[in-house]
Every structure is written in structure tokens, then in C-alpha cells.
């Protein structure tokens, strides 16, 4: 089977978990996001994407090793959907960094048969997990699928004892609802789920001049969170005794490095 397609490796990165990192964008994801700001991303087999042999990838990844051990980084896999990809491929790159001793952390949208979270989770230090809508038929509407998989996925790996930053897109008027964050948190105590951290990531546009260069229909009209609804949300989560940041960054080991 040819190795999956890479569109991007995005060194330096501080916005894809904690520490410096290197962050792989593979090609091709199960979701369609109206929102999404990596249209590039979304086909499997799409141009903008190459193969990397797993030794081709290390040896590039190892120019940085001296920024993942001063900052307590490391690579983390994103795309697209990396859980989507060929599982072989993506458990032996996995597997090939920790023997390097390089923490790895996985960005996941969830929508992958819970197996692939199987073969990779004894070589994975992070999920950064993300819960893009509470509401089923909204989730269905928004992104083309059902959010029960991904619920069912977040739980399952909570029980086995994955740590997990839960990652919340939060679109204005969309999801950002106080009532949106009282059912997540309802859920998450109802299923004992705790993430070690919980990151709100405000929609932005960055990515719409993308959908044109593409030939891809634009996608609507969305908008941020306010402020001062994002602090109200930042004051949710840490009332109830969560690690919380607005933003992608996230500071999980400066305690025990």
C-alpha cells in the first residue's frame, strides 16, 4: 500500500499542543466542515499532497529535536484526519519517534473505527481531541456525519487511559453557547471523562481565499465568539477545575520536566 500523502510539515509550530513542535498535516478526512480552513486537506488523494518514506519523515523531523527537548514539544500528527489514514503507516511512525524518545501527539476529529486508537495508543503521549457540535442533527448538518462515533471514541479512550486535551472550535452563534458547554460538561462528568486540558479555538477566516484558488464552492459566512463570550467560556471550563487557554497552545509538562 503507497504511503499517505503529506500536504504540509509545519515546523516551529506552538498552536498543536505543548512545547515547540512539528506538526505533519497527512491528506484526506472523514469530515466536511463547512468551516474548515484546510480545504486543502480533504481529499485522500488530493495534488497538494506527497508520499514520505517513515525513515524520509524521522530524519526530517530530527533536524528539531533540540527545540522539542527545551520546550517540552514534540511532533504531532494532524491533517485531515490522521487516524484516517493507512493505521500501519501511521502506528510504526508513531512507534519509530517514542524509541527516539520524541513525544507525539495526535489532533483527532474521533470519526475512525475506535481500532485505530487500539494500535496507536501505546505510542501516543496526547490526543488533542476535538468536539466540534454537541447537537447531533446540527453536527450532521454542519459536517456531513453524526457525532455518536466521536463521543463513543472520546469515552473509550478515556477508559483506557489515554490522556486527552479536549479541543472546542467555537463559531459564533453557532456553538458557543453557555447552554452548548453545560451539556459537554454534563456529558464528560456522566461518562468520567477528565482531559488534562481544555482548548477553545475561535473560528477565523484565514482559510477562506483557499475555497477560490480550489475551484471549491466558498463556504458561509461565519463568525468568532465576541470577547467577552470567550472569557465567559474560559470561566466556565476553569470553574470546574479545568486547564483552559484560548488558543491551541498548551502547557502540560513544565511541571515534570
Same mark, same amino acid.
Given at each position: 500500500?503507497?504511503?499517505?500523502?503529506?500536504?504540509?510539515?509545519?515546523?516551529?509550530?506552538?498552536?498543536?499542543?505543548?512545547?515547540?513542535?512539528?506538526?505533519?498535516?497527512?491528506?484526506?478526512?472523514?469530515?466536511?466542515?463547512?468551516?474548515?480552513?484546510?480545504?486543502?486537506?480533504?481529499?485522500?488523494?488530493?495534488?497538494?499532497?506527497?508520499? #514520505?518514506?517513515?525513515?524520509?519523515?524521522?530524519?526530517?523531523?530530527?533536524?528539531?529535536?533540540?527545540?522539542?527537548?527545551?520546550?517540552?514539544?514534540?511532533?504531532?500528527?494532524?491533517?485531515?484526519?490522521?487516524?484516517?489514514?493507512?493505521?500501519?503507516?501511521?502506528?510504526?511512525?508513531?512507534?519509530?519517534?517514542?524509541?527516539?524518545?520524541?513525544?507525539?501527539?495526535?489532533?483527532?476529529?474521533?470519526?475512525?473505527?475506535?481500532?485505530?486508537?487500539?494500535?496507536?495508543?501505546?505510542?501516543?503521549?496526547?490526543?488533542?481531541?476535538?468536539?466540534?457540535?454537541?447537537?447531533?442533527?446540527?453536527?450532521?448538518?454542519?459536517?456531513?456525519?453524526?457525532?455518536?462515533?466521536?463521543?463513543?471514541?472520546?469515552?473509550?479512550?478515556?477508559?483506557?487511559?489515554?490522556?486527552?486535551?479536549?479541543?472546542?472550535?467555537?463559531?459564533?452563534?453557532?456553538?458557543?453557547?453557555?447552554?452548548?458547554?453545560?451539556?459537554?460538561?454534563? #456529558?464528560?462528568?456522566?461518562?468520567?471523562?477528565?482531559?488534562?486540558?481544555?482548548?477553545?479555538?475561535?473560528?477565523?477566516?484565514?482559510?477562506?481565499?483557499?475555497?477560490?484558488?480550489?475551484?471549491?464552492?466558498?463556504?458561509?459566512?461565519?463568525?468568532?465568539?465576541?470577547?467577552?463570550?470567550?472569557?465567559?467560556?474560559?470561566?466556565? #471550563?476553569?470553574?470546574?477545575?479545568?486547564?483552559?487557554?484560548?488558543?491551541?497552545?498548551?502547557?502540560?509538562?513544565?511541571?515534570?520536566?
Amino acid at each position: 500500500m503507497p504511503e499517505p500523502l503529506i500536504y504540509k510539515i509545519q515546523k516551529f509550530s506552538i498552536h498543536d499542543g505543548p512545547g515547540i513542535r512539528s506538526t505533519v498535516f497527512f491528506q484526506g478526512c472523514p469530515l466536511r466542515c463547512r468551516w474548515c480552513h484546510n480545504p486543502e486537506s480533504l481529499s485522500f488523494d488530493g495534488e497538494s499532497g506527497q508520499e #514520505w518514506s517513515i525513515p524520509a519523515l524521522i530524519e526530517e523531523l530530527e533536524k528539531d529535536r533540540i527545540f522539542y527537548e527545551e520546550s517540552g514539544g514534540g511532533v504531532t500528527l494532524s491533517g485531515g484526519e490522521p487516524m484516517a489514514q493507512d493505521i500501519g503507516y501511521i502506528t510504526n511512525l508513531l512507534r519509530a519517534l517514542a524509541r527516539r524518545g520524541i513525544r507525539t501527539a495526535i489532533d483527532t476529529c474521533g470519526e475512525v473505527p475506535y481500532e485505530n486508537f487500539e494500535a496507536v495508543l501505546p505510542d501516543v503521549d496526547l490526543f488533542l481531541y476535538d468536539l466540534k457540535l454537541w447537537d447531533k442533527e446540527r453536527h450532521i448538518a454542519l459536517t456531513g456525519v453524526s457525532n455518536e462515533r466521536i463521543l463513543l471514541n472520546l469515552s473509550r479512550l478515556s477508559r483506557d487511559g489515554a490522556k486527552i486535551c479536549l479541543r472546542l472550535p467555537l463559531i459564533g452563534g453557532l456553538n458557543d453557547s453557555l447552554a452548548d458547554m453545560e451539556h459537554i460538561a454534563a #456529558w464528560l462528568e456522566m461518562e468520567g471523562v477528565r482531559p488534562v486540558f481544555v482548548s477553545l479555538l475561535p473560528y477565523h477566516e484565514y482559510g477562506n481565499s483557499k475555497y477560490a484558488r480550489l475551484g471549491l464552492e466558498s463556504p458561509p459566512c461565519f463568525e468568532p465568539p465576541n470577547q467577552d463570550r470567550l472569557q465567559e467560556i474560559k470561566t466556565f #471550563w476553569a470553574h470546574r477545575g479545568y486547564q483552559t487557554a484560548i488558543g491551541g497552545a498548551i502547557d502540560l509538562y513544565s511541571q515534570t520536566t
